[in-house]
T-cell receptor, first 114, second 117 residues
């Protein structure tokens, strides 16, 4: 199994509070991704990173920011959480951005915003 | 814009039978890859199989095979000899081999497969 650890695994918090989710990998892969999964929507890309300090926005990036100060860590921050950000969040890593190398996923973080 | 369509929200199959999960995709790129993932009720995402747009043969991995019809832009997953443990949500995804997209995956909405005894 790919060495990907997401923390926390579960979190309940209140509207307006900041929340940071962590993704840690031990594979030394260059590419890292944050997705959210909601019923009826599949997985949608929030942000991704192609190297230390190199990040870009995905299709649902509003209300989220990311940072990658080390190869192994990719942080997702909700600056002021809203109920619409209640979701399951997945981190994924990939050795390459092309070809047959799949993305490998962490076990997910279930986030509830009350 | 890239799009993945999975038209079957739910599928049912009897144990030991084969089942096909549909996936169609839309892209104007010529070089891309198609992936299938399995998500059991425990929630993790498990990579199953990959097909490249230039691959001439359909991909196979054990009981999984991919029925790739490039002209129709379809990449259906075939599971042979279904097992109870195959009950899960299945996602089709596409990745463009274009540097600017940096390996991101475009996902369909998924098909919930239930295998009954």
């Amino acid at each position: 199994d790919a060495g990907i650890t997401q923390s926390p695994r579960h979190k309940v918090t209140e509207t307006g509070t900041p929340v940071t989710l962590r993704c840690h990998q031990t594979e030394n892969h260059r590419y890292m991704y944050w997705y959210r999964q909601d019923p009826g929507h599949g997985l949608r890309l929030i942000h991704y990173s192609y190297g230390v300090k190199d990040t870009d926005k995905g299709e649902v990036s509003d209300g989220y920011s990311v940072s990658r100060s080390k190869t192994e860590d990719f942080l997702l921050t909700l600056e002021s959480a809203t109920s619409s950000q209640t979701s399951v969040y997945f981190c994924a890593i990939s050795e390459s951005g092309q070809g047959d190398q799949p993305q490998h996923f962490g076990d997910g973080t279930r986030l509830s915003i009350l | 814009a890239q799009k993945i369509t999975q038209t079957q929200p739910g599928m049912f199959v009897q144990e030991k039978e084969a089942v096909t999960l549909d996936c169609t995709y839309d892209t104007s790129d010529q070089s891309y890859g198609l992936f299938w993932y399995k998500q059991p009720s425990s929630g993790e995402m498990i990579f199953l199989i990959y097909q490249g747009s230039y691959d001439e043969q359909n991909a196979t991995e054990g009981r999984y095979s991919l029925n790739f019809q490039k002209a129709r832009k379809s990449a259906n997953l075939v599971i042979s000899a279904s097992q109870l443990g195959d009950s899960a949500m299945y996602f089709c995804a596409m990745r463009l081999n274009r540097g600017s997209t940096l390996g991101r995956l475009y996902f369909g909405r998924g098909t919930q497969l239930t295998v009954w005894p």
